[in-house]
DNA sequence: CGATCCCGCCACATT
DNA sequence: AATGTGGCGGGATCG
């Protein structure tokens, strides 16, 4: 429907601003955009210009009927058309069908045309959902207003949402800086931890009695709790700098509504969540008293969030049947969980940017990293931040605090809300395959790529975070690192800094592999996800992956019909944009999408790409990244040099195989292997085996001293959960050693040994990467601390994580958590940065040597490492 | 008639 | 005080 309405409404909305944009964008010509840096997205507009459009306009405008603001719109429309004919499909669709009965509509615009979702869109249409590192976008709230033709308070709307996802953050007044969805992985995974641990325990344990106790709780609830939740869940606020005078109205409402809301559909089994219910829970007091109007108000603004997060592709609107009747919600088709429960706090820490506006007012600062970051893929995002470390001025985002207390009233409410019955709006919504599957994925590695700009800087901690359950994570870290380390030496970053970072450096051209931790179940069902992405992706770029995905073939139907998504992702369609997301999702789970990112473009399809590597189909299809396959081919012959492995590896799936073979015993384990082209970077080819192992991972990560890799192996039992570590142990580059030492845990893929000497590697935890970034740092702290207050599911798990792994870095890990308990214990950012610093004083020694790192034995030291290095990194960010 | 949600008043925040 | 933000809810539309 709105797509349809868009194009209707592109006549008639902008009606008075228009004409001014019109003006401004003659003089430029169509993409005239040369205002707003944006620029990318010409189509932003795209309803009006469609060449359907064009030929309604010219009726229009032969016709009387067309009304003078009409008229001048037109007239500069044709010109603009002829540019962007390329615009949307779905437009066209629509013009066409349309173009005779438009012409009313024109006039009188309805109310749908006006929506606020649709204005989403056309926002969002305005930039594009990976905006290139260098670029950063500036929005200029009056100019988007005016473009967009509504008044600004509208603007705001749409805004504060976007930037409860962090998909825009404030700059300074009336300024914005576009970020695009890079984030949105890490992002939605701390929300999705924040939740489970206001939301979770509940959730999970209502979920497990059902229904009827939801019920139940429903009504209890009203009884129960107080919620104090009106503090900001996730105050990406800055508590520090900005007087905390701020937060009186602000942060409220809509941003962190947004994030509250977003959190249920993440905590949600079943991914859907019910207007009401989210208005009751999310009314701050008890629920029951709610009266009748602030609940009724409460359902606005949520209609409000739900429209842009409905543009954003994230949600859609569906009916629930309940006790009584149906009932409106919304259900989650974006990425679903990330790295899961399994460990989840790690996100706590660095919460979400977002809604910290105010504090520093640094906006010069933040600019200036937003810059550097934001752009820059994934990868380099991390690396940035090393770098910028020093710079510091991150802090502002200090972490967030999540408080996360009430739980109680809001866990009933969730619980309530999971127990619902969804009618389930259609077939095709259940795919299961989107949202569940990309559950799987680990975020692990967007985080890391992600890392996005300071603001987000947040982020990549969080990605520790995850792992945080036990080392892992920052072994998880570490591994997407790796390309990024790469990086920085090609550009000349401060290799220093990598050294105390956790991620491995490799030469230019390195092979890695991954262990997937996924089990192959999961990972089945994660490639299909991925899969699916990377169909899109590959689709895009080329057409062949139809095949292969059949799953999405429905939805990807569309994508296909316009083969130009790729170029409009924002623009237009949630089908695109779906699909967009769920690649958003595998991007994360390859850590190393990033590096590609950032050499081509469609970053996004590349992360697909690897996924795909598992599946032999998607592969080649993926191809169109010729990049990859170049990559991995040459790989065998070339690069790895270390990859003795490799050399089946030619092919990713082979180079499963390999791992396979190398694992011999574990079936699940090969999961894929990446390469990473070299694209940007250095060359850095990737392997990934899925398996597993990720438990292994987690310790082995942490033991990053010894490069070698072998770490790895961490019995994955623990680990599985977290589907993030294998990449991290994973690293071991090319493991032509197996394992002698820990593979013993069996997955072990790897072996690292053959890497250290081949090329000089670093690795770092993921921590790392962030270290210096002070976001990251504090990001850190607040990992730590959320196991420690959360709780024990986590924690225990991570316990028995490092039981598992005793025999590898058993202890350390344990360390580690005690650490960062402390940390986390405060709560607050600022009490745990502290200790992070002294922790990390700690273990400096062995972050420091490189040589270390490569040989390390120890995976002590490996993980002392990484952990201190995250409290570097925060220490040196608060510094 | 209930579900949506546009519109814009106006309070609060920031400059 | 002016201007930026954005809470909030009346009431118009939609279905």
Same mark, same amino acid.
Not at 196 to 206: D, K, P, R
């Given at each position: 429907?709105?797509?349809?309405?868009?194009?209707?409404?592109?006549?008639?909305?902008?009606?008075?601003?228009?004409?001014?944009?019109?003006?401004?964008?003659?003089?430029?010509?169509?993409?005239?955009?040369?205002?707003?840096?944006?620029?990318?997205?010409?189509?932003?507009?795209?309803?009006?210009?469609?060449?359907?459009?064009?030929?309604?306009?010219?009726?229009?405008?032969?016709?009387?009927?067309?009304?003078?603001? $009409?008229?001048?719109?037109?007239?500069?429309?044709?010109?603009?058309?002829?540019?962007?004919? *390329?615009?949307? *499909?779905?437009?066209?669709?629509?013009?066409?069908?349309?173009?005779?009965?438009?012409?009313?509509?024109?006039?009188?615009?309805?109310?749908? =045309?006006?929506?606020?979702?649709?204005?989403?869109?056309?926002?969002?249409?305005?930039?594009?959902?990976?905006?290139?590192?260098?670029?950063?976008?500036?929005?200029?709230?009056?100019?988007?207003?005016?473009?967009?033709?509504?008044?600004?308070?509208?603007?705001?709307?749409?805004?504060?949402?976007?930037?409860?996802?962090?998909?825009?953050?404030?700059?300074?007044?009336?300024?914005?800086?576009?970020?695009?969805?890079?984030?949105?992985?890490?992002?939605?995974?701390?929300?999705?931890?924040?939740?489970?641990?206001?939301?979770?325990?509940?959730?999970?344990?209502?979920?497990?009695?059902? =229904?009827?106790?939801?019920?139940?709780?429903?009504?209890?609830?009203?009884?129960?709790?107080?919620?104090?939740?009106?503090?900001?869940?996730?105050?990406?606020?800055? !508590?520090?700098?900005?007087?905390?005078?701020?937060?009186?109205?602000?942060?409220?409402?809509?941003?962190?509504?947004?994030?509250?809301?977003?959190?249920?559909?993440?905590?949600?089994?079943?991914?859907?969540?019910?207007?009401?219910?989210?208005?009751?829970?999310?009314?701050?007091?008890?629920?029951?008293?709610?009266?009748?109007?602030?609940?009724?108000?409460?359902?606005?603004?949520?209609?409000?969030?739900?429209?842009?997060?409905?543009?954003?592709?994230?949600?859609?609107?569906?009916?629930?049947?309940?006790?009584?009747?149906?009932?409106?919600?919304?259900?989650?088709?974006?990425?679903?969980?990330?790295?899961?429960?399994?460990?989840?706090?790690?996100?706590?820490?660095?919460?979400?940017?977002?809604?910290?506006?105010?504090?520093?007012?640094?906006?010069?600062?933040?600019?200036?990293?937003?810059?550097?970051?934001?752009?820059?893929?994934?990868?380099?995002?991390?690396?940035?931040?090393?770098?910028?470390?020093?710079?510091?001025?991150?802090?502002?985002?200090?972490?967030?605090?999540?408080?996360?207390?009430?739980?109680?009233?809001?866990?009933?409410?969730?619980?309530?809300?999971?127990?619902?019955?969804?009618?389930?709006?259609?077939?095709?919504?259940?795919?299961?395959?989107?949202?569940?599957?990309?559950?799987?994925?680990?975020?692990?590695?967007?985080?890391?790529?992600?890392?996005?700009?300071?603001?987000?800087?947040?982020?990549?901690?969080?990605?520790? *975070?995850?792992?945080?359950?036990?080392?892992?994570?920052?072994?998880?870290?570490?591994?997407?690192?790796?390309?990024?380390?790469?990086?920085?030496?090609? $550009?000349?970053?401060?290799?220093?800094?990598?050294?105390?970072?956790?991620?491995?450096?490799?030469?230019?051209?390195?092979?890695?592999?991954?262990?997937?931790?996924?089990?192959?179940? &999961?990972?089945?069902?994660?490639?299909?996800?991925?899969?699916?992405?990377?169909?899109?992706?590959?689709?895009?770029?080329?057409?062949?992956?139809?095949?292969?995905?059949?799953?999405?073939?429905?939805?990807?139907?569309?994508?296909?019909?316009?083969?130009?998504?790729?170029?409009?992702?924002?623009?237009?369609?949630?089908?695109?944009? $779906?699909?967009?997301?769920?690649?958003?999702?595998?991007?994360?789970?390859?850590?190393?999408?990033?590096?590609?990112?950032?050499?081509?473009?469609?970053?996004?399809?590349?992360?697909?790409?690897?996924?795909?590597?598992?599946?032999?189909?998607?592969?080649?299809?993926?191809?169109?990244?010729?990049?990859?396959?170049?990559?991995?081919?040459?790989?065998?012959?070339?690069?790895?040099?270390?990859?003795?492995?490799?050399?089946?590896?030619?092919?990713?799936?082979?180079?499963?195989?390999?791992?396979?073979?190398? &694992?011999?015993?574990?079936?699940?384990?090969? =999961?894929?292997?990446?390469?990473?082209?070299?694209?940007?970077?250095?060359?850095?080819?990737?392997?990934?085996?899925?398996?597993?192992?990720?438990?292994?991972?987690?310790?082995?990560?942490?033991?990053? !001293?010894?490069?070698?890799?072998?770490?790895?192996?961490?019995?994955?039992?623990?680990?599985?959960?977290?589907?993030?570590?294998?990449?991290?142990?994973?690293?071991?580059?090319?493991?032509?050693?197996?394992?002698?030492?820990?593979?013993?845990?069996?997955?072990?893929?790897?072996?690292?040994?053959?890497?250290?000497?081949?090329?000089?590697?670093?690795?770092?935890?993921?921590?790392?990467?962030?270290?210096?970034?002070?976001?990251?740092?504090?990001?850190?702290?607040?990992?730590?601390?959320?196991?420690?207050?959360?709780?024990?599911?986590?924690?225990?798990?991570?316990?028995?994580?490092?039981?598992?792994?005793?025999?590898?870095?058993?202890?350390?890990?344990?360390?580690?958590?005690?650490?960062?308990?402390?940390?986390?214990?405060?709560?607050?950012?600022?009490?745990?940065?502290?200790?992070?610093?002294?922790?990390?004083?700690?273990?400096?020694?062995?972050?420091?040597?490189?040589?270390?790192?490569?040989?390390?034995?120890?995976?002590?030291?490996?993980?002392?490492?990484?952990?201190?290095?995250?409290?570097?990194?925060?220490?040196?960010?608060? *510094?």
């Amino acid at each position: 429907e709105n797509i349809l309405d868009r194009s209707r409404m592109a006549p008639k909305t902008p009606i008075k601003n228009e004409p001014v944009d019109l003006s401004k964008q003659k003089g430029c010509t169509p993409e005239r955009n040369p205002m707003t840096p944006v620029k990318l997205i010409d189509r932003p507009q795209p309803d009006p210009w469609t060449p359907t459009a064009n030929l309604k306009m010219l009726v229009s405008a032969a016709s009387p009927d067309m009304r003078d603001r $009409e008229k001048k719109k037109e007239l500069f429309r044709p010109i603009e058309n002829s540019d962007q004919s *390329d615009t949307p *499909d779905s437009l066209q669709y629509d013009m066409i069908e349309d173009s005779m009965g438009d012409e009313f509509e024109k006039q009188r615009p309805s109310r749908k =045309q006006k929506s606020l979702g649709l204005l989403c869109q056309k926002f969002l249409a305005r930039y594009p959902s990976y905006p290139l590192s260098t670029e950063k976008t500036t929005i200029s709230l009056d100019e988007v207003a005016a473009v967009l033709g509504v008044e600004r308070r509208r603007i705001y709307d749409i805004v504060n949402v976007l930037e409860s996802l962090q998909l825009v953050s404030r700059v300074a007044k009336n300024q914005y800086c576009w970020h695009g969805r890079h984030n949105l992985s890490q992002t939605l995974k701390v929300l999705q931890d924040v939740g489970e641990l206001q939301y979770g325990e509940l959730m999970t344990f209502l979920q497990h009695k059902e =229904q009827d106790l939801e019920y139940r709780f429903r009504d209890q609830k009203k009884e129960t709790l107080p919620d104090s939740q009106d503090s900001p869940l996730l105050d990406f606020s800055e !508590p520090d700098c900005t007087s905390a005078s701020a937060n009186s109205r602000k942060d409220k409402s809509l941003r962190i509504m947004s994030q509250k809301f977003v959190m249920l559909f993440l905590v949600s089994k079943t991914k859907i969540v019910t207007l009401d219910i989210a208005a009751k829970i999310l009314i701050e007091e008890t629920q029951d008293t709610v009266d009748h109007s602030k609940f009724k108000s409460k359902v606005r603004r949520l209609y409000d969030i739900a429209n842009v997060l409905t543009s954003l592709g994230l949600i859609k609107k569906v009916h629930v049947t309940e006790e009584r009747g149906r009932k409106p919600a919304f259900k989650w088709i974006g990425p679903a969980e990330f790295p899961a429960r399994t460990g989840n706090f790690s996100p706590s820490s660095n919460p979400l940017p977002g809604t910290q506006r105010g504090a520093c007012a640094n906006g010069k600062q933040k600019f200036s990293r937003h810059a550097s970051f934001n752009f820059t893929q994934p990868c380099e995002g991390t690396r940035r931040k090393v770098n910028s470390e020093p710079s510091s001025p991150d802090l502002e985002r200090p972490a967030c605090v999540v408080n996360s207390d009430e739980h109680g009233c809001k866990m009933i409410n969730l619980a309530a809300v999971c127990s619902q019955k969804v009618e389930e709006d259609n077939s095709s919504a259940r795919n299961p395959s989107i949202s569940s599957p990309l559950s799987h994925l680990p975020v692990p590695g967007d985080s890391d790529f992600c890392v996005t700009p300071l603001p987000q800087a947040v982020f990549p901690v969080v990605q520790t *975070d995850v792992p945080s359950l036990s080392l892992p994570n920052s072994i998880s870290g570490q591994a997407l690192h790796p390309s990024t380390p790469a990086l920085n030496k090609t $550009e000349n970053e401060k290799p220093a800094l990598l050294p105390s970072q956790p991620f491995l450096c490799f030469p230019s051209s390195s092979v890695f592999m991954w262990c997937g931790s996924l089990q192959e179940n &999961n990972l089945k069902e994660t490639l299909p996800t991925a899969g699916d992405v990377g169909n899109r992706s590959a689709e895009a770029q080329t057409a062949v992956p139809a095949a292969a995905c059949q799953k999405r073939s429905s939805h990807q139907l569309t994508a296909a019909s316009a083969p130009a998504d790729e170029e409009e992702p924002a623009s237009k369609k949630q089908n695109v944009e $779906e699909s967009d997301v769920p690649l958003s999702l595998v991007v994360p789970k390859k850590p190393f999408e990033s590096p590609k990112a950032e050499a081509t473009p469609g970053s996004v399809g590349t992360s697909a790409e690897h996924l795909e590597d598992f599946h032999p189909d998607l592969a080649s299809p993926v191809a169109p990244e010729a990049t990859d396959k170049e990559c991995t081919k040459p790989l065998d012959s070339q690069k790895q040099e270390e990859c003795s492995q490799n050399k089946g590896l030619g092919e990713p799936s082979q180079g499963e195989e390999h791992i396979s073979k190398e &694992n011999g015993s574990q079936p699940f384990l090969p =999961q894929y292997l990446y390469v990473q082209p070299t694209a940007g970077l250095s060359n850095f080819n990737f392997l990934f085996s899925a398996n597993q192992a990720p438990g292994g991972i987690s310790l082995a990560a942490s033991p990053l !001293p010894s490069v070698s890799v072998p770490c790895v192996m961490v019995p994955a039992a623990a680990l599985a959960s977290f589907p993030l570590f294998c990449s991290p142990a994973v690293i071991s580059p090319l493991s032509s050693v197996p394992d002698g030492s820990f593979s013993a845990a069996s997955s072990t893929n790897f072996s690292v040994s053959g890497l250290a000497p081949a090329t000089p590697v670093l690795i770092g935890t993921t921590a790392v990467v962030t270290p210096k970034v002070s976001p990251t740092p504090s990001v850190d702290p607040q990992q730590p601390a959320q196991p420690a207050l959360h709780l024990s599911p986590v924690f225990a798990r991570s316990c028995a994580a490092v039981k598992l792994e005793p025999p590898v870095c058993g202890g350390h890990p344990v360390t580690l958590l005690k650490l960062q308990q402390p940390s986390s214990a405060p709560l607050t950012p600022k009490s745990i940065r502290p200790a992070c610093h002294e922790a990390f004083f700690k273990t400096p020694g062995s972050l420091g040597d490189p040589v270390c790192w490569k040989k390390n034995e120890g995976n002590q030291t490996r993980s002392a490492s990484s952990v201190q290095r995250r409290l570097e990194i925060s220490s040196t960010s608060a *510094d």
